[in-house]
C-alpha cells in the first residue's frame, strides 16, 4: 500500500521560507512521478511542483523562481523562499506510476499540510 505523509506546514510573515517534506513507502519510490499539490479554501487543487523519475522536473508559474522540489531517498521535499499571502494553501504530496507532470490525476495523496503565510 502506498503511503505518502507531509510535514514542515506552518505560518509564516510574507518573505520567509519554509521547507514541505513528504515521506513515501510502499512502492518503487525511485520509478514513480512525484508532486506538490496546494488547494486554498474556495479553489481548486492546482498543481505547483512534479518530478519524474527520470528527474524532469516542471513548476507552475506563479512559484518558479521562488519554489525548489527535490528529493532524496524516500522524501520528497518542498522548498518555499520568498512566501507570499496568496500562497496560502493545504499543500499535499502526491505519486503516480507515470509521469503526469501537473495533471491532478495522481493516484496516491498524502492528507495535507497547512501551510498560512501573512502580510
Known amino acids: 500500500q502506498v503511503l505518502l505523509v507531509e510535514s514542515g506546514g506552518g505560518s509564516v510573515q510574507a518573505g520567509e521560507s519554509l521547507r514541505l517534506s513528504c515521506a513515501a513507502s510502499?512502492?518503487?519510490?525511485?520509478?514513480?512521478?512525484m508532486a506538490w499539490f496546494r488547494q486554498a479554501p474556495g479553489k481548486e487543487r492546482e498543481g505547483v511542483a512534479a518530478?519524474?523519475?527520470?528527474?524532469t522536473i516542471m513548476y507552475a508559474a506563479s512559484v518558479k523562481g521562488r519554489f525548489t522540489i527535490s528529493k532524496d531517498n524516500t522524501v520528497l521535499y518542498l522548498q518555499m523562499n520568498a512566501l507570499k499571502p496568496e500562497d496560502t494553501a493545504m499543500y499535499y504530496c502526491?505519486?503516480?506510476?507515470?509521469?503526469?507532470?501537473?495533471?491532478?490525476?495522481?493516484?496516491?495523496w498524502g492528507q495535507g499540510t497547512q501551510v498560512t503565510v501573512s502580510s
Open positions: 510502499g512502492y518503487t519510490y525511485g520509478s514513480y512521478s
Open positions: 502526491a505519486a503516480n506510476s507515470i509521469w503526469l507532470g501537473l495533471s491532478p490525476r495522481y493516484s496516491y
Open positions: 518530478m519524474s523519475g527520470a528527474g
